[in-house]
């Protein structure tokens, strides 16, 4: 260890009651020993040969780090404070919602049922399974390459049902 950081250890050993003392009358004693560990943290990581480490040094940046905690607790809870119910409460979904997306997901599922066997299992092992395309190639007996092509024939299949218009190497459209 260099002489800086032996100087900066003597001193939070040496330090350390008196600066959590200040930080308390801030900000209150639960938080004063982390506050006094971010001044020391900053010194250790930012400090400079020409920075005399004294007692009032520390003193005014602990003071200093514990009002910007402060302000920063204070705008926190303002915050959510100004937060009303309909904010934070879930939006209602409206049955014609609701309608549209099972509509969708059938869609989806006729599209998945018309791809061929190995893309669709390809495809429902990486989404539905979250199978990595590593584990789905080994387990399939397939290189990594031919996974990825089998999933992006699955997505633009998707893709394409999704927009109405048929899967580039669909006869015609599930969803008509």
């Known amino acids: 260890m260099d002489a800086k950081k032996k100087e900066l250890a003597r001193l939070y050993v040496a330090e350390r009651g008196r ?3 200040i930080a308390s009358r801030r900000i209150g004693p639960a938080v004063a020993p982390d506050i006094v560990q971010d001044v020391f943290a900053a010194l250790l990581a930012k400090a400079r040969e020409h920075v005399t480490l004294t007692p ?11 009002i910007s905690h402060f302000r920063a607790e204070t705008r ?15 939006p209602v979904v409206g049955p014609d919602e609701i309608a549209a997306a099972r509509e969708e997901l059938r869609c989806l599922e006729l599209v998945l049922a ?10 429902m092992l990486n989404r539905f ?3 990595t395309y590593d584990e789905i190639a080994h387990g399939l007996g397939v290189s990594y390459s031919t996974v990825e092509r089998e999933i992006a024939k699955a997505i633009m299949a998707c893709r394409a ?4 218009r048929p899967a580039p190497s669909a006869k015609q459209n599930a969803c008509d």
Do not use: M
């Open 129 to 131: 399974h979250q199978c």
């Open 114 to 123: 018309q791809l061929p066997l190995r893309t669709r299992q390809v495809f």
């Open 19 to 21: 600066l959590q003392r």
């Open 56 to 66: 009032s040094y520390l003193a005014k940046a602990t003071r200093y780090v514990a």
């Open 161 to 164: 049902a999704r927009q109405g």
């Open 76 to 90: 926190r809870k303002a915050f959510f404070d100004r937060i009303t119910e309909e904010q934070y409460a879930p």
